[in-house]
Nanobody, 125 residues
Framework: QVQLAESGGGLAQPGGSLTLSCVVSGRRGSINAMGWYRQAPGKERELVALISSVGSTNYADSVKGRFTISRDNAGSTLYLQMNSLKLQDTAVYYC???????????????????WGRGTLLTVSS
């Protein structure tokens, strides 16, 4: 089955940098949009960044200019380069991928969003 596995979280200092990765495995279809969300303690999960299948990107205002989302050419690995980290970036970061699976020779398909289990980033001095 489809699995998303995040890595790269940990402890970082304010002003520091860190890169998160997310590997998609087990898929039988094409990956459409991919993205990163985060959930800070006591808060709702929020969008951090999205990237489409053709490379268009969108960012939350809180991370614009500091974070960069990218994906490899095969589209199976997603990255989030995080610079100028702030205390308020502390959260569990989740990777998501919208995958299209063809289910018949006539082209019937379904789209489904898959999620990883998250990786914790703690920004602290």
């Amino acid at each position: 089955q489809v699995q998303l596995a995040e890595s790269g979280g940990g402890l970082a200092q304010p002003g520091g940098s860190l890169t998160l990765s997310c590997v998609v495995s087990g898929r039988r279809g094409s990956i459409n949009a991919m993205g990163w969300y985060r959930q800070a303690p006591g808060k709702e999960r929020e969008l951090v960044a999205l990237i489409s299948s053709v490379g268009s990107t969108n960012y939350a205002d809180s991370v614009k200019g500091r974070f960069t989302i990218s994906r490899d050419n095969a589209g199976s690995t997603l990255y989030l380069q995080m610079n100028s980290l702030k205390l308020q970036d502390t959260a569990v970061y989740y990777c998501t991928a919208d995958i299209r699976t063809i289910v018949s020779v006539e082209g019937a398909y379904y789209d489904k969003a898959y999620w990883g289990r998250g990786t914790l980033l703690t920004v602290s001095s």
